[in-house]
Each structure stands twice: as C-alpha cells, then as structure tokens.
C-alpha cells in the first residue's frame, strides 16, 4: 500500500529551529510537496523536490532523498504565525498526491 | 487575481437533505480536485476532473457526486448527508503534466455541518 508518515505534533520557541520529517513509501515517485495549512484554512503551497538535495527558499528549506523515501522540511528563525500544520505529499506513478495526515507545529514565546 | 473560490465558505443542512457545494477557478486549470478533510485528518481525494474526464476514487461513496459544466466550475452533490459527511471540503485545480505543474491550487474550503 502507500503510506506517508510524519510525526503528528511538534513544539519548538520562538526564534528557533525546527526540521519536520516525512518518509514514504508509494507507487512511483513524481515528486514530493510540502503544504502549509492553518486551521481551519485550505493547504497552501510551500516547496516542491523531485531531485536529490535541499532546496532553499527564505526561513523554509525542503530535502529530499529518494533512496531512503524521506524528506525534511526546516522551518528557521521560527515567528509565531508559523504555528500551523505541515502537510507531507507524494505525487505517485499517475501524478495523484498521496497526502500524509500532517505535523501540527506549536510556537512558544 | 487568479483564484480558486468556494462557495459557500460554511454550510449547514440537516441529515438526510442534498446540498450543493461549489468551485469556480479563474486559473484556466484543466484539471479539478474535491477533497474532504476531517480534523487532524489528511486530505481525502473523492474525484477529479481531466478536463471534462471524471475519475471517481475506488472508496469514495455513492452518495457523492460531482459535475463540471466547464472549465472553470465544478460542483460537489452530496445527496443523502449523513452525521460522518460533517467535514471540510476542499476544491484544487492543477495543471496537466508532471514536474512542478502538479503543484495544486485550493480553495478556502467548504465547512460542513450536518444537524
């Protein structure tokens, strides 16, 4: 079957660090994306890998290793509105997003 | 802007009642996506359009359907609402192809009540 796994809660402070892990095992790999939801607000988009590596963009960074079927996302210099759920998904052989149930990051002060 | 836009935001009908939810995009996007999400849930995939190609999922239950008039509206029947019907409902659109193109757009989401 397919499968995406993410832990399901994370806390970190304000200011700080925090990677967001993700491993899979699908039918095919077309490429893996990285959501942004708050609640009760629709996903929005934050990062896309199909290639080995990390790929920067601003505070928020996406790895991928397609041999281990993982992924990270790191989210640096932590704000407060960052406090929100992060979606892992896999696009399979037939291009259709396998949708992990997502990490809910807390901020502290 | 270009946008995908759901109404109406919030929903409320009682058991039993059929209710329509609707998606419109201004993207010009050939393919169109519903999805229900269930609190702390992920998403979960009911159909999707290939331009007017409908592709229901194996388990999504006969008491939903869909139709796309054109390409810019989708509609979401759910004839018979039940109490587990109660969730969000989400429209996306993406574009035909791989690589990045299957980034997908959403609505704000439709929200659910069923009394």
């Known amino acids: 079957g397919q499968n995406i796994d993410q832990p399901t809660e994370m806390t970190a402070t304000e200011g700080a660090i925090v990677q967001i892990n993700c491993t899979y095992q699908?039918?095919?790999?077309?490429?893996l994306f990285w959501y942004q939801q708050h609640a009760g607000e629709a996903p929005t988009f934050l990062s896309y890998?199909?290639l080995d590596g990390l790929e920067e963009k601003g505070r928020f960074s996406s790895f991928l290793s397609r041999s281990k079927g993982y992924s990270y996302l790191l989210l640096k210099e932590l704000q407060m509105k960052d406090s929100a759920s992060y979606l892992c998904?896999?696009?399979?052989?037939?291009?259709?997003?396998?949708w992990g149930a997502g990490t809910k990051l807390i901020i502290k002060p | 802007d270009a946008m995908v836009i759901q109404n109406p935001r919030y929903q409320v009908t009682q058991f039993g009642k059929p209710v329509t939810l609707s998606c419109s995009q201004t993207?010009?996007?050939?393919?169109m996506y519903w999805y229900q999400q269930k609190s702390s849930q992920a998403p979960k995939l009911l159909f999707h359009?290939?331009?007017?190609?409908?592709?229901n999922e194996a388990d999504t239950p006969d008491n939903f359907q869909s139709r796309r008039p054109n390409t810019s509206f989708c509609f979401l029947d759910i004839r018979s609402p039940g109490l587990g019907d109660a969730a969000m409902y989400l429209c996306?659109?993406?574009?035909?192809?791989?690589?990045?193109?299957?980034?997908?757009?959403f609505g704000p989401g439709t929200r659910l009540t069923v009394l």
């Open positions: 359009y290939y331009d007017k190609d409908f592709n």
């Open positions: 993207l010009n996007h050939n393919v």
């Open positions: 996306a659109t993406s574009m035909q192809g791989g690589g990045s193109y299957n980034e997908q757009f």
């Open positions: 998904a896999v696009a399979d052989s037939n291009y259709q997003l396998i």
């Open positions: 890998n199909v």
């Open positions: 699908t039918s095919g790999f077309n490429g």
